[in-house]
């Protein structure tokens, strides 16, 4: 069991760093580091000079940095998907019968798979803003599914630590609309940042402050869905703390985390429209999505009575 349970936390840290690792592509501008797929410049492992690119490659495609984050992002991609599918073998062959165990290992490692081919896809799309926003999203799916997966497996190890029926359900339902708003406001963002990179192309010589002007006022309805999301969490806290039963620590840091990750969220998106696109904050705004995302399911498995895992 403890065998299973270290795998399934691997799988799961490891696709949250590559969902890092994947903004971190998209925000330096590699995506197209490597113009072909599966291989970089025709070569398994990327160029590391002008020399070394083969004779037809038009040298001003090479930049030797962005294609190395490209394929540190592929190399990465490989190996957690080679986590998840060892963790969907073993969730089959020993735990075949707990279905909250099983099914989203394997729905984890078929993504996984589809994963990989819809990423040579965005490439081979010249980065379609549709394809990479639906990579983003698919990744976030598979980070979820093996969040829930491995909690299960923590409790089936060592059991729950959570009084069944110390939560209301109007807990629980709160948390389920904050996590599908918040998924809502991740595509929303996804499609922001499709509009922009639109935008960029259609107006090469804008700077970021007219690209903002340009996306128009649907920028603030992004912010103000942020404000929302803030508001509910801060109410799901309230919530939680108010109970007569004291929280499991497990609770007690989920809440706290959440709190800390959508009060950075909210510094992060206002120095967005103020400060006119930095990538650094571009980046962690993506993460920390994902990692809101995941640590709202963590809390809902946790408040949510089981009284066994099956």
Request: no cysteine; hydrophobic share 60%; aromatic share 12%.
């Given at each position: 069991m403890k065998a299973f349970l270290r795998l399934s936390v691997f799988a799961t840290l490891g696709t949250y760093l590559l969902i890092f690792i994947g903004g971190l592509v998209r925000v330096s501008g590699a995506g197209l580091g490597c113009p072909d797929w599966p291989k970089c410049f025709g070569r398994w492992v990327p160029p590391l000079s002008l020399s070394q690119l083969p004779p037809d490659v038009n040298p001003v495609m090479f930049n030797?940095?962005?294609?190395w984050i490209e394929w540190l992002n592929r190399l990465a991609g490989v190996i957690v998907g080679v986590l998840?599918?060892?963790?969907?073998?073993?969730?089959?062959?020993?735990?075949?019968h707990v279905k909250r165990i099983w099914i989203p290992a394997v729905l984890s490692a078929l993504l996984v798979a589809f994963q990989g081919w819809q990423g040579g896809a965005v490439v081979l799309s010249q980065l379609n803003p549709l394809s990479v926003s639906l990579h983003l999203l698919i990744a976030i799916v598979i980070a979820s599914l093996l969040t829930y997966?491995?909690?299960?497996?923590?409790?089936?190890?060592?059991?729950?630590?959570?009084?069944?029926?110390?939560?209301?359900?109007?807990?629980?339902?709160?948390?389920?609309?904050?996590?599908?708003?918040?998924?809502?406001?991740?595509?929303?963002?996804?499609?922001?940042r499709g509009s922009l990179e639109t935008l960029m192309a259609s107006h090469p010589l804008a700077n970021d402050y007219e690209l903002l002007n340009l996306l128009g006022g649907v920028k603030y309805v992004h912010l103000l869905i942020g404000v929302a999301i803030a508001v509910m969490t801060y109410q799901v806290g309230y919530m939680v703390f108010k109970t007569d039963t004291?929280?499991?620590?497990?609770?007690?840091?989920?809440?706290?985390?959440?709190?800390?990750?959508?009060?950075?969220?909210?510094?992060?998106?206002?120095?967005?429209?103020?400060?006119?696109?930095?990538?650094?904050?571009?980046?962690?705004?993506?993460?920390?999505?994902?990692?809101?995302?995941?640590?709202?399911?963590?809390?809902?498995?946790?408040?949510?009575?089981?009284?066994?895992?099956?």
């Open positions: 030797v940095a962005l294609a998840i599918a060892a963790t969907a073998i073993m969730a089959l062959v020993k735990f075949r997966m491995t909690q299960h497996a923590y409790y089936l190890d060592v059991g729950s630590p959570e009084d069944a029926g110390a939560y209301s359900k109007g807990l629980r339902t709160t948390i389920v609309v904050l996590w599908i708003v918040a998924f809502v406001q991740v595509l929303f963002g996804a499609s922001l004291q929280p499991s620590l497990l609770v007690r840091y989920a809440i706290w985390l959440l709190i800390i990750l959508i009060t950075l969220q909210l510094f992060a998106g206002t120095g967005l429209i103020a400060i006119a696109l930095p990538p650094l904050l571009e980046l962690f705004h993506l993460w920390i999505a994902a990692l809101f995302l995941g640590t709202l399911l963590i809390l809902y498995t946790a408040v949510k009575p089981v009284k066994e895992v099956s």
